[in-house]
């Protein structure tokens, strides 16, 4: 079974979240159309995916997957000129799937030029880097840890939402239970804080640092959480949004010592 997910974006409007539009389902010869909240996202999908997604269907356009038949059908039903995201997720089938040492392996230069950056150094060039190892490192939520704050599953559950909040990985999947990263009431948090791990990488001691030590410091530390809104505040106006201290263990006493109790994917209570 392959799912497709079908996002928009309003151009020009200030802080927009991606609009999910639907999601067209596709299991054996047989095609299904979930849409979204919206009579107009069901009679798009229906009008201009009449048969079967396949790769000849696609095209790349600053860097995404589009379908070619909503190029010409987007501005006119959606009046917005910037393009569909997609994504899709194979169900039931094995894909293969990038591993750690993959993934560390191809971000090192980058990794390497950030620790070799001098502070004072405020060029764009510099700039740039910076920017991209922090997005790199957003990376590694698919390799560590996952928790959910017991608040956070407990809203989960009092809206009526299915299975767990802890299954969902990311702000990405967020639009699909949530109001959104800034509208809704959820957040996606790093417990170990990007400024941690900068640091830990700071701290290895190494000329150029290797994938073995970067991957050390992911397997021991690296761990991300659906919390609350309100708990995220907690964590800001205590000062804890990014010094918790080195470890993961740092980060987890200070969630305790605010009240904050995380579950892990097995439903154990970590702090």
Known sequence: MQIVEFYTWQWG?????????????????????????????????????????RAADFQRVDGMRVPKKFLENLFME???????????????????????????SAILPLIRAKLSLAHIDR?????????????????????????ASEAAQQEYER???????????????????????????FQWEHVFTMS???????????????????????LENYA?????KKEDQLLNERGKKSDRGTTLADSLKTY?????????EAGKRVC
Request: proline residues 3%; contains cysteine.
């Open 13 to 53: 409007v200030k802080n927009s979240e991606p609009h999910l539009i639907g999601q067209i389902i596709l299991e054996g010869n047989e095609l299904r159309i979930q849409p979204g909240n919206s009579s107009q996202d069901k009679e798009f999908l229906e009008d201009v995916l009449t048969k079967p997604i």
């Open 78 to 104: 959606y009046r917005s000129p910037y393009l569909f995201a997609t994504k899709v997720q194979q169900v039931g089938e094995e894909d293969e799937k990038m591993t750690l040492c993959q993934y560390t």
């Open 123 to 147: 060029s764009h060039a510099a700039q740039h880097i910076r920017y991209l190892f922090k997005q790199a490192l957003y990376g590694y939520d698919d390799f560590g840890k996952r928790y």
């Open 159 to 185: 809206l009526g939402k299915p299975g767990r909040i802890i299954e969902w990985n990311g702000w990405r999947q967020q639009r699909r239970f949530d109001a959104g990263r800034r509208d809704g009431i």
């Open 196 to 218: 941690m791990f900068d640091r830990s990488l700071q701290a290895s001691q190494e000329e150029d640092i290797c994938v073995e030590t970067v991957n050390q410091i992911v």
């Open 224 to 228: 991300s959480a659906w919390i609350t």
């Open 256 to 264: 305790k010592e605010l009240g904050i109790h995380l579950v892990d």
